[in-house]
């Protein structure tokens, strides 16, 4: 099936920076969604993005939903321990009640305290 | 308190054995999935189902099979056809509506020798 191209596929910070990471797409989407997983457990929604160029908060957290509707990125400010997990992209291409999203393979972030 | 329950979080089994994967929610959500997930390759949907008596294949369907008999429920059997059947497996839900996205449960690790 077809997957999204996430970036960067792991990265290692220290506490305290800035991270980002982004998710493109070959079609157009109508649906951007974050979700953070950490070990052993299942996907935690984070950010749901509904309209292109739509930029949505959630804490130190920011998710934008590209204006071409095939890019989004996601941005985590002044990083902390409890940040670390791996972050996927999602996105959906149809309207209605059909909820099969497209997933991206996820970006793995760890955190120097 | 509303939620999804998988059980159990481990599972062990004999190759050639089939076993059924245990998924609830008690969050009326009509609709359900299944995903597998493997190191470094993101979430993989298996099959999902909108309504009670409905379901249909997802992108790696072969190997496993399942059924819907209940709002509630969802169970996931991975028959002996399945050739790597060693993976997590996650179920999800949601319910109808525009804003209305997958959640999910928290798993389980299946492992077969």
């Known amino acids: 099936g077809q997957q999204l191209n996430q970036s960067p596929q792991s990265m290692f910070i220290q506490e305290g920076e800035d991270v980002s990471m982004n998710c493109t797409s070959s079609?157009?989407?109508?649906?951007w969604l974050w979700y953070k997983q950490e070990p052993g457990e299942g996907p935690v929604l984070l950010i749901a993005?509904?309209?292109a160029g739509e930029l949505t908060s959630n804490g130190r957290l920011t998710a934008q939903f590209g204006i071409t509707r095939k890019d989004s990125f996601l941005n985590i400010s002044a990083s902390i321990p409890s940040d670390v997990g791996i972050y996927f992209c999602a996105g959906r291409e149809n309207a209605g009640n059909n909820r099969k999203l497209i997933w991206g393979l996820g970006t793995s972030l760890g955190v120097n305290p | 308190d509303g939620g999804i329950t998988q059980s159990p979080k481990y599972l062990f089994r004999k190759e050639g054995q089939n076993v059924t994967l245990s998924c609830e929610q008690n969050?009326?959500?009509?609709?359900m999935y299944w995903y597998r997930q493997d190191p470094g390759q993101g979430l993989r949907l298996i099959y999902y189902?909108?309504?009670?008596?409905?379901?249909q294949k997802g992108d790696i369907a072969e190997g496993y099979s399942v059924s819907r008999e209940k709002k509630e429920s969802f169970p996931l059997t991975v028959t002996s056809a399945q050739k790597n059947p060693t993976a997590f497996y996650l179920c999800a839900s949601h319910g109808q509506g525009l804003n209305y996205e997958q959640y999910f449960g928290p798993g389980t690790r299946l492992t077969v020798t």
């Open positions: 969050l009326n959500h009509d609709a």
């Open positions: 189902s909108q309504i009670v008596n409905d379901f």
């Open positions: 993005l509904y309209k």
């Open positions: 079609s157009i989407f109508n649906t």
